[in-house]
């Protein structure tokens, strides 16, 4: 992430890690503030075993495409509403519209929970029991989803014909 402040996002990226017992790194990594650090840490991830990198930034949100820039590694980019943010719409558009040849994967505003499924996703394509816990998860979202219809009961289809 870029500052200690984008902490209360990207928690939910390492809680599905954890979920998925994926091994996974939180650091602070600032495009602007140390872009040495930055660049060492991205040209070196591969090296240290990481197969996805999660990069948090909120404001002008370099990080996710300057690390994308110097890494083969896919890059998940969570644009992050800070205190200085425009909306948060200035970290989204920073991730989202990187040009031709450096791709960011770019998830919702504050999404980190989504990244961090992502990332699993993007593991799971090559780690079986990765790939099981997915499966896993995805079928206990979709009995949260049959337990609320059950909860709701029948009449709500009904509901706009009823005078």
């Known amino acids: 992430m870029g500052s200690d402040s984008d902490l209360n996002v990207m ?4 809680d599905i890690l954890k979920e998925f ?4 790194e939180l650091t602070i990594v600032s495009a602007h503030r140390t872009p040495k650090r930055m660049m060492e840490y991205a040209t070196t991830a591969k090296d240290r ?3 996805v990198i999660i990069a948090g930034a909120g ?9 994308a820039a110097v890494t083969v590694l896919p890059v998940i980019g969570v644009p992050v509403k800070s205190s200085n943010s ?4 200035d970290s989204v558009l920073s991730i989202l519209q990187m ?16 990244a961090g499924i992502l990332a699993a996703q993007i593991i799971g394509t090559s780690d079986k029991k990765v790939a099981e816990k997915l499966k896993k998860y995805k079928e206990g979202l979709e009995t949260s989803v049959k337990d609320k219809v059950k909860r709701m009961g029948s ?8 005078k």
């Open 11 to 14: 928690r939910d990226a390492a």
């Open 21 to 24: 017992s994926i091994a996974f």
């Open 49 to 51: 075993g990481l197969k």
């Open 59 to 67: 404001g002008a949100a370099h990080l996710p495409g300057m690390v």
């Open 86 to 89: 425009i909306d948060g719409w």
């Open 99 to 114: 040009p031709n040849g450096v791709p960011v994967a770019t998830v919702a505003l504050n999404a980190a929970k989504n």
């Open 155 to 162: 009449d709500w289809m009904n509901g706009f014909d009823k």
